[in-house]
Protein backbone atom coordinates (compact mmCIF):
# COMPACT_ATOMS: atom_id res chain seq x y z
CA UNK A 1 0.00 0.00 0.00
CA UNK A 2 0.98 3.74 -0.28
CA UNK A 3 3.29 5.04 2.44
CA UNK A 4 4.12 8.22 3.37
CA UNK A 5 7.56 9.02 5.37
CA UNK A 6 7.82 12.39 7.82
CA UNK A 7 10.74 13.27 9.50
CA UNK A 8 11.42 13.92 12.20
CA UNK A 9 9.34 12.41 14.21
CA UNK A 10 9.78 14.94 17.14
CA UNK A 11 12.08 17.57 17.31
CA UNK A 12 12.71 20.22 20.18
CA UNK A 13 14.48 23.59 19.47
CA UNK A 14 15.63 26.87 20.73
CA UNK A 15 13.24 30.22 19.84
CA UNK A 16 14.46 31.88 17.18
CA UNK A 17 16.17 28.73 14.85
CA UNK A 18 14.23 27.61 12.27
CA UNK A 19 13.26 23.97 11.66
CA UNK A 20 12.48 21.53 8.59
CA UNK A 21 10.03 18.61 8.50
CA UNK A 22 10.26 16.39 5.87
CA UNK A 23 7.53 14.50 3.92
CA UNK A 24 8.00 11.54 1.45
CA UNK A 25 5.98 9.34 -0.91
CA UNK A 26 7.90 6.30 -0.32
CA UNK A 27 6.46 4.00 -3.14
CA UNK A 28 4.31 6.39 -5.20
CA UNK A 29 4.82 10.04 -6.81
CA UNK A 30 2.60 12.71 -5.26
CA UNK A 31 1.93 16.21 -7.40
CA UNK A 32 0.41 17.44 -4.40
CA UNK A 33 0.86 17.18 -0.66
CA UNK A 34 -0.90 18.85 2.67
CA UNK A 35 0.41 20.03 5.65
CA UNK A 36 -1.31 19.68 8.36
CA UNK A 37 -1.11 21.40 12.39
CA UNK A 38 -3.02 19.99 15.12
CA UNK A 39 -2.74 21.21 18.34
CA UNK A 40 -3.30 18.80 21.59
CA UNK A 41 -6.64 17.20 21.69
CA UNK A 42 -7.92 19.47 18.77
CA UNK A 43 -8.77 17.98 14.80
CA UNK A 44 -6.38 18.74 11.65
CA UNK A 45 -6.45 22.30 10.81
CA UNK A 46 -5.19 22.43 6.86
CA UNK A 47 -2.03 24.96 6.51
CA UNK A 48 -1.25 25.05 2.78
CA UNK A 49 -1.07 22.46 0.32
CA UNK A 50 2.07 22.26 -1.51
CA UNK A 51 2.14 21.68 -5.36
CA UNK A 52 5.31 19.83 -6.92
CA UNK A 53 7.13 22.30 -8.92
CA UNK A 54 5.54 25.49 -8.07
CA UNK A 55 4.11 27.79 -5.23
CA UNK A 56 2.47 26.42 -2.33
CA UNK A 57 -1.14 27.46 -1.49
CA UNK A 58 -1.67 28.71 2.00
CA UNK A 59 -5.22 28.98 3.85
CA UNK A 60 -6.47 31.78 5.10
CA UNK A 61 -4.33 33.19 8.31
CA UNK A 62 -1.22 31.19 7.80
CA UNK A 63 2.03 32.98 7.31
CA UNK A 64 3.75 32.27 4.07
CA UNK A 65 6.94 33.86 5.59
CA UNK A 66 6.70 31.65 8.56
CA UNK A 67 6.26 28.33 7.12
CA UNK A 68 7.89 27.90 3.90
CA UNK A 69 7.01 25.12 2.00
CA UNK A 70 9.25 23.47 -1.22
CA UNK A 71 7.96 20.35 -3.09
CA UNK A 72 11.15 20.14 -5.14
CA UNK A 73 10.09 16.91 -6.21
CA UNK A 74 7.31 14.48 -7.23
CA UNK A 75 8.34 12.26 -3.80
CA UNK A 76 9.75 15.45 -1.09
CA UNK A 77 7.58 18.12 0.02
CA UNK A 78 9.17 20.12 2.95
CA UNK A 79 7.84 22.01 5.56
CA UNK A 80 10.36 24.84 7.33
CA UNK A 81 9.30 26.66 10.13
CA UNK A 82 11.37 29.68 10.39
CA UNK A 83 12.32 31.42 13.47
CA UNK A 84 10.37 29.39 15.61
CA UNK A 85 8.41 30.55 18.25
CA UNK A 86 6.51 28.09 21.23
CA UNK A 87 3.47 29.59 20.15
CA UNK A 88 4.78 27.03 17.13
CA UNK A 89 5.06 24.12 19.24
CA UNK A 90 2.43 21.58 17.49
CA UNK A 91 1.92 18.69 15.87
CA UNK A 92 2.36 18.38 12.00
CA UNK A 93 0.71 16.38 9.78
CA UNK A 94 1.93 15.66 6.07
CA UNK A 95 -0.25 13.98 3.88
CA UNK A 96 -0.30 12.83 0.09
CA UNK A 97 -3.21 11.03 -2.03
CA UNK A 98 -1.92 8.45 -4.62
CA UNK A 99 -4.11 8.95 -7.54
CA UNK A 100 -6.90 11.84 -8.59
CA UNK A 101 -8.54 13.79 -6.43
CA UNK A 102 -11.21 10.95 -4.91
CA UNK A 103 -8.34 8.95 -3.86
CA UNK A 104 -8.00 8.22 0.19
CA UNK A 105 -5.30 10.78 1.34
CA UNK A 106 -2.92 8.35 3.34
CA UNK A 107 -0.89 10.74 6.10
CA UNK A 108 2.82 10.64 7.92
CA UNK A 109 3.24 10.01 11.12
CA UNK A 110 3.79 13.51 11.74
CA UNK A 111 6.10 15.40 13.36
CA UNK A 112 5.61 16.99 17.16
CA UNK A 113 7.54 20.22 17.15
CA UNK A 114 8.42 21.74 20.72
CA UNK A 115 9.89 25.32 20.46
CA UNK A 116 11.83 26.20 23.97
CA UNK B 1 -18.07 26.75 3.34
CA UNK B 2 -18.33 23.40 3.81
CA UNK B 3 -18.29 22.11 7.33
CA UNK B 4 -18.24 18.87 8.91
CA UNK B 5 -19.88 18.23 12.54
CA UNK B 6 -18.80 15.77 15.04
CA UNK B 7 -21.10 16.36 17.95
CA UNK B 8 -19.94 13.36 20.43
CA UNK B 9 -16.51 14.86 21.68
CA UNK B 10 -16.25 11.67 23.74
CA UNK B 11 -17.91 7.94 23.46
CA UNK B 12 -17.44 5.03 25.19
CA UNK B 13 -18.46 1.25 24.70
CA UNK B 14 -18.38 -2.01 26.49
CA UNK B 15 -15.83 -4.27 24.52
CA UNK B 16 -17.51 -6.91 21.75
CA UNK B 17 -20.70 -4.28 21.69
CA UNK B 18 -21.40 -1.58 19.23
CA UNK B 19 -20.94 1.94 19.20
CA UNK B 20 -22.23 4.18 16.25
CA UNK B 21 -20.55 7.70 15.87
CA UNK B 22 -22.59 10.38 14.48
CA UNK B 23 -21.13 13.16 11.94
CA UNK B 24 -23.33 15.45 10.16
CA UNK B 25 -21.99 17.97 7.19
CA UNK B 26 -23.56 21.07 5.10
CA UNK B 27 -22.62 21.76 1.70
CA UNK B 28 -23.99 22.66 -1.50
CA UNK B 29 -22.26 20.10 -3.80
CA UNK B 30 -23.45 17.42 -5.18
CA UNK B 31 -20.69 15.52 -6.09
CA UNK B 32 -17.84 14.55 -2.73
CA UNK B 33 -16.91 11.96 -0.89
CA UNK B 34 -16.87 11.28 2.51
CA UNK B 35 -14.80 9.70 5.00
CA UNK B 36 -13.62 8.31 9.11
CA UNK B 37 -10.24 8.69 9.66
CA UNK B 38 -9.01 6.63 12.95
CA UNK B 39 -6.45 8.26 14.88
CA UNK B 40 -4.59 5.96 17.82
CA UNK B 41 -2.36 7.24 20.07
CA UNK B 42 0.31 6.47 18.00
CA UNK B 43 -1.13 9.69 16.16
CA UNK B 44 -0.87 7.95 12.48
CA UNK B 45 -4.21 8.79 10.91
CA UNK B 46 -5.53 5.41 9.39
CA UNK B 47 -8.31 5.47 7.05
CA UNK B 48 -11.24 3.24 7.82
CA UNK B 49 -13.68 4.06 5.80
CA UNK B 50 -14.65 5.40 2.42
CA UNK B 51 -18.45 6.89 1.01
CA UNK B 52 -19.01 8.52 -2.57
CA UNK B 53 -21.98 10.37 -2.57
CA UNK B 54 -23.46 9.14 -6.09
CA UNK B 55 -23.26 5.76 -4.54
CA UNK B 56 -26.80 4.69 -2.79
CA UNK B 57 -24.92 1.58 -0.60
CA UNK B 58 -23.85 2.05 2.44
CA UNK B 59 -19.48 1.24 2.38
CA UNK B 60 -18.76 -1.42 4.68
CA UNK B 61 -15.38 -2.59 6.08
CA UNK B 62 -15.15 -5.79 8.23
CA UNK B 63 -16.64 -4.79 11.47
CA UNK B 64 -17.18 -1.04 10.28
CA UNK B 65 -20.10 0.21 8.29
CA UNK B 66 -21.40 3.59 7.92
CA UNK B 67 -25.39 4.79 7.61
CA UNK B 68 -24.96 7.34 4.74
CA UNK B 69 -28.36 9.75 4.58
CA UNK B 70 -27.60 11.99 2.06
CA UNK B 71 -30.59 14.33 2.35
CA UNK B 72 -29.88 14.39 5.59
CA UNK B 73 -26.24 15.11 5.15
CA UNK B 74 -25.65 12.67 7.64
CA UNK B 75 -22.65 9.81 7.48
CA UNK B 76 -22.58 8.03 11.04
CA UNK B 77 -20.01 5.18 11.63
CA UNK B 78 -21.19 1.92 13.02
CA UNK B 79 -18.01 -0.16 14.46
CA UNK B 80 -19.56 -4.06 15.72
CA UNK B 81 -17.69 -6.31 18.08
CA UNK B 82 -15.62 -3.47 19.17
CA UNK B 83 -12.44 -4.67 20.45
CA UNK B 84 -9.94 -2.64 22.41
CA UNK B 85 -7.53 -1.46 19.56
CA UNK B 86 -10.96 -0.02 18.24
CA UNK B 87 -10.04 2.71 20.90
CA UNK B 88 -8.66 5.87 18.89
CA UNK B 89 -10.08 9.39 18.43
CA UNK B 90 -12.07 9.06 15.03
CA UNK B 91 -12.28 12.06 12.36
CA UNK B 92 -15.05 12.32 10.07
CA UNK B 93 -14.06 14.03 6.48
CA UNK B 94 -15.36 15.54 3.41
CA UNK B 95 -13.65 16.11 0.00
CA UNK B 96 -16.19 18.11 -2.47
CA UNK B 97 -15.82 16.20 -5.73
CA UNK B 98 -12.75 17.89 -8.22
CA UNK B 99 -11.13 19.64 -4.63
CA UNK B 100 -8.44 18.11 -3.10
CA UNK B 101 -8.91 19.55 0.02
CA UNK B 102 -10.00 17.30 2.89
CA UNK B 103 -12.17 19.18 5.85
CA UNK B 104 -12.11 17.53 9.26
CA UNK B 105 -14.62 17.51 11.97
CA UNK B 106 -13.43 18.23 15.78
CA UNK B 107 -13.25 14.38 16.04
CA UNK B 108 -14.50 12.05 18.42
CA UNK B 109 -12.71 10.04 21.34
CA UNK B 110 -13.46 6.29 21.47
CA UNK B 111 -13.06 4.40 24.49
CA UNK B 112 -13.24 0.93 24.86
CA UNK B 113 -14.13 -0.88 27.79
CA UNK B 114 -13.01 -4.28 28.84
Known amino acids: GAVVSQHPSWVICKSGTSVKIECRSL??????MFWYRQFPKQSLMLMAT?????????EQGVEKDKFLINHASLTLSTLTVTSAHPEDSSFYIC????????????FGNGTRLTVT | AQTVTQSQPEMSVQEAETVTLSCTYD???????LFWYKQPPSRQMILVIR??????QNATENRFSVNFQKAAKSFSLKISDSQLGDAAMYFC???????????FGKGTKLTVNP
Open chain 1, 27 to 32: DFQATT
Open chain 2, 27 to 33: TSESDYY
Open chain 1, 95 to 106: SARRGSYNSPLH
Open chain 2, 51 to 56: QEAYKQ
Open chain 1, 50 to 58: SNEGSKATY
Open chain 2, 93 to 103: AYNAGGSEKLV
